[in-house]
């Protein structure tokens, strides 16, 4: 089945504590992307990877990283994770055409907090 | 910037009506503009995707039509249904052509249909 899997899909930590969101792929997409969605302000756009070893900043990228040494794979790294990362966070990817992206696929979510 | 916009936050009708979601746009330069599904707790689905140069784009009970020079675009659902009840989140890809990976997200409208 085609999809795009999240781990873990709920997660509860503590401030400081280094944390990994995984995302996997089984599409052969080359585009992915990470979200975080909160109340009152929708998704915005974390990071987004055109391919492997290509990463770029979304609108709020500050406080996490990202790595794409996989096609298949796009983890979200909080190095120092605070409150305000508090969030629903979702994955996506898509087929590249002519440069751009197509139509998404979403993963199911993960629901971190952060005491 | 690129500011999107969904208004209403929130509508409730009765089973059978048909109904228009709103979705605008600040800056008319978008290459294509999606409409998505969210149902509680889960990831989004993609309904409807509409490229710059079309009108409008249909799906089963669905219709999505895009203005660029108003900046607006809006999702018609015919004969609604209870089934419908979920969050719809219009999302567009800035710029003129079809490069990178930036997608801005409206905030969505909560809609509930009464059986």
């Known amino acids: 089945e085609a999809q795009v899997t999240q781990n873990p899909r709920y997660l509860i930590t503590v401030t400081g504590k280094k944390l990994t969101v995984t995302c996997s792929q089984n599409?052969?997409?080359?585009?992915m992307s990470w979200y975080r969605q909160d109340p009152g302000l929708g998704l915005r756009q974390i990071y987004y990877?055109?391919?492997?070893?290509?990463?770029d900043k979304g609108d709020v990228p500050e406080g996490y990283k990202v790595s794409r040494k996989e096609k298949r794979n796009f983890p979200l790294i909080l190095e120092s994770p605070s409150p305000n990362q508090t969030s629903l966070y979702f994955c996506?990817?898509?087929?590249?055409?002519?440069?751009?992206?197509?139509?998404?696929?979403f993963g199911p979510g993960t629901r971190l907090t952060v005491l | 910037k690129q500011e999107v916009t969904q208004i209403p936050a929130a509508l409730s009708v009765p089973e059978g009506e048909n109904l228009v979601l709103n979705c605008s746009f600040t800056?008319?330069?978008?290459?294509?503009l999606q409409w998505f599904r969210q149902d509680p707790g889960k990831g989004l689905t993609s309904l409807l995707l509409?490229?710059?140069?079309?009108r409008e784009q249909t799906s089963g009970r669905l219709n999505a039509s895009l203005d660029k020079s108003s900046g607006r675009s809006t999702l018609y659902i015919a004969a609604s249904q209870p089934g419908d009840s979920a969050t719809y989140l219009c999302?567009?890809?800035?710029?003129?052509?079809?490069?990178?990976?930036?997608?801005?997200f409206g905030q969505g409208t909560e809609l509930s249909v009464k059986p």
């Open positions: 996506a990817s898509s087929f590249v055409v002519a440069g751009g992206i197509n139509e998404q696929f």
């Open positions: 599409m052969n997409h080359e585009y």
């Open positions: 990877s055109m391919n492997v070893e290509v990463t």
């Open positions: 800056d008319s330069a978008i290459y294509n």
């Open positions: 509409i490229q710059s140069s079309q």
């Open positions: 999302a567009v890809r800035p710029g003129l052509n079809n490069q990178g990976g930036k997608l801005i």
